[in-house]
């Protein structure tokens, strides 16, 4: 059981997956992306990627997100994302794709969508992390100054440059890291941009 940590939905359950499928973001990971992220949240649209039970996304509506698009296959993350949304109220803000996130992307892609935040928890060891955001590149579905966000194993190194999108923050949580990915055009365009922006 997790619970948001801040915004108008403070301290309001979110309800998780029992097993391995599923893996919710600590709190403390959690916390600290936030903190890193806040001054973007306001009115921003997310996709959540790889989504479960929805813990990340839900974070981001409660602290002001202005919606958010929620992407995830499995038949029980599925039940309790959709129970999460509709106990938080937020099932006007929030949309739920139940795709795999290639299919999921061509569908935004087709829709026209464009996002200013876009978070990622993909399976530990499945090499999800490339071929997604290479996919978000060829689909376009990052604005200009958006901010791609993964959570991964700290051992498993990703690549400084993937399409047009460049790392340029890592944090390390123990075993785990968050990496940061925005388009190089933009960084070259805010060379003075700040490592928290």
């Known amino acids: 059981?997790?619970?948001?940590?801040?915004?108008?939905?403070?301290?309001?359950?979110?309800?998780?997956l029992e097993g391995v499928n599923t893996r919710p973001t600590?709190?403390?990971v959690k916390e600290s992306l936030f903190n890193i992220l806040m001054f973007r949240i306001p009115d921003s649209s997310i996709l959540d990627l790889f989504s479960g039970s929805g813990n990340l996304g839900l974070?981001?509506?409660?602290?002001?997100?202005?919606?958010?698009v929620f992407v995830e296959k499995n038949s029980a993350a599925l039940?309790?994302?959709r129970q999460n949304c509709k106990a938080l109220d937020y099932l006007d803000k929030a949309k739920v794709l139940p795709?795999?996130?290639?299919?999921?992307?061509?569908?935004?892609?087709?829709?026209?969508k464009k996002f200013d935040i876009v978070i990622m928890d993909p399976p530990y060891d499945k090499g999800l992390e490339i071929p997604t955001i290479t996919?978000?590149?060829?689909?376009d579905l990052v604005k200009e100054d958006g901010?791609?966000?993964v959570e991964h194993l700290f051992e498993n190194h990703l690549p400084h440059n993937i399409g047009s999108f460049v790392q340029y923050d890592l944090r390390k949580y123990r075993g785990t890291a968050i990496s940061f990915y925005r388009k190089e055009s933009y960084l070259n365009?805010?060379?003075s941009l700040s490592r928290e922006l």
């Open 147 to 149: 901010i791609i966000v």
């Open 135 to 139: 996919a978000l590149d060829e689909a």
């Open 1 to 16: 059981m997790l619970r948001i940590i801040s915004g108008e939905r403070k301290g309001r359950v979110i309800q998780t």
């Open 79 to 81: 039940k309790i994302l």
């Open 99 to 112: 795709y795999d996130v290639i299919r999921a992307i061509n569908q935004l892609f087709k829709d026209k």
């Open 189 to 191: 365009e805010n060379r």
């Open 59 to 68: 974070e981001f509506l409660s602290r002001g997100a202005k919606d958010a």
């Open 26 to 28: 600590s709190d403390r």
